[in-house]
């Protein structure tokens, strides 16, 4: 791929991204992680992937609603506007499509699976844990909720906390990487990553307990 | 304070509070961190420090002008209508003054000291990091800005990022603690704390670097 055309699809991603847990930076985090884990594996079509990676987020209108099928009808639509090798338009489309949680196992490429594994590097460790607190912010969720003078880490708890979706989601990105090299950049931010969380439940828990001993203080009437 | 009073308060408390990064949760940690503080002290008045603990965020309207001010007034005037000692109502309020950052210096009394302490204990370490990024997600704010090829880490930074707050505000507070027991708490909050933004600002210059990379993909035309 030339400059001018990659230069001309970033324009165009950075005019449709928004959202604070998925703008820009997000997608050059992620396609910095397209380019640690390429540059291990055979046979890489650099023109899917970089493409792929650029426009993987442009569905997303912040509504949280099938991004990755919105986001793969608009990069068709835009890649045939542009000087784009139409031959695989189809399969930037494909990896845009299968780079969300819930297409996991539909990858049908190897650049489908680098960015899955690229999006996800992004999606634990601190920036799992920092994005996660971020879209808490985004959505006036509360980080946590007490139930029964503990934190709740049901990952079906009611409330949509930042406990719970690091519960059902952070913790889980870890056994769904497909490539080697993306599963060892993982593992190396896990200790961080429960270092930091487990401190967090730890802190809630004791100030549970010490917010009892507020009765020894009151009187009864 | 009898049982039946504090319960007053806080359904009050509990009918004020809205934002994330100030929400009840927030409220229930500075009490309990005030319970700890202060019974490492003598002499400590409970009525006035449990009280203006669960008031002193009743003022922010989500706009953070001088909440400390509107919550002052608001506690004055609330207390008035409930059996709350009159001759504490004044303490009461000037410790909700004066928890904020701007009047650090200007605290009168060992309970608003010791309010200060707790609430700028929420303000450091694990949940110092993590109300941070809530709040950059309630204000829609960027995690950081790359400049040059490298995360800016300028506490003047133009655009008010994760990365700013941390640096002009988290940071910093470590080094304004009124008592001796407060200090202890946050100097065992700051090993992870560093870790965790050291790591954050690692990993964005490395994918900063590694981004360099790509000219050696793209072909000139």
């Known amino acids: 791929m030339t400059k001018e055309l990659f230069n001309k699809i970033e324009n165009y991603m950075k005019s449709c991204v928004k959202e604070t847990a998925h703008d820009r930076e997000h997608i050059y985090r992620v396609l910095g ?6 540059e291990k594996e055979s046979n890489v079509d650099y023109d899917i992937l970089l493409s792929a990676a650029l426009l ?17 009808e608009m990069a068709r639509e835009y890649l045939r506007t542009i000087d784009f090798p139409v031959e695989k338009i189809e399969s930037v489309c494909d990896a845009v499509f299968t780079h969300s949680n819930e297409s996991y196992g ?4 190897l ?30 969720n509360p980080m946590y909720v007490v ?4 934190i709740d ?10 406990v719970r979706y690091y519960v059902r989601r952070v913790a889980k990105n870890y056994d769904r990487f497909f490539t080697k090299t993306a ?3 993982a593992d190396k931010q896990k200790t961080i990553d429960n270092e930091f969380f487990g401190s967090l439940v730890n802190l809630v ?11 020894d203080i009151l009187s009864d009437n």
């Open 33 to 38: 992680n397209c380019l640690k884990i390429a």
């Open 56 to 72: 993987h987020d442009i569905g997303r209108d912040g509504k949280k609603k099938k991004h990755n099928e919105t986001g793969a």
């Open 106 to 109: 539909q990858q049908k490429t």
């Open 111 to 140: 650049e489908a699976k680098i960015l899955y594994d690229a999006d996800k590097l992004d999606a634990v460790g601190i920036m799992g844990i920092s994005r996660s607190l971020i879209g808490i912010g985004n959505y006036n």
């Open 147 to 150: 139930n029964d003078g503990k």
């Open 153 to 162: 880490m049901d990952e079906n708890c009611e409330t949509d906390t930042f």
């Open 183 to 185: 599963q060892e950049i």
């Open 205 to 215: 828990n004791d100030n549970c307990a010490k917010l009892r001993t507020i009765d």
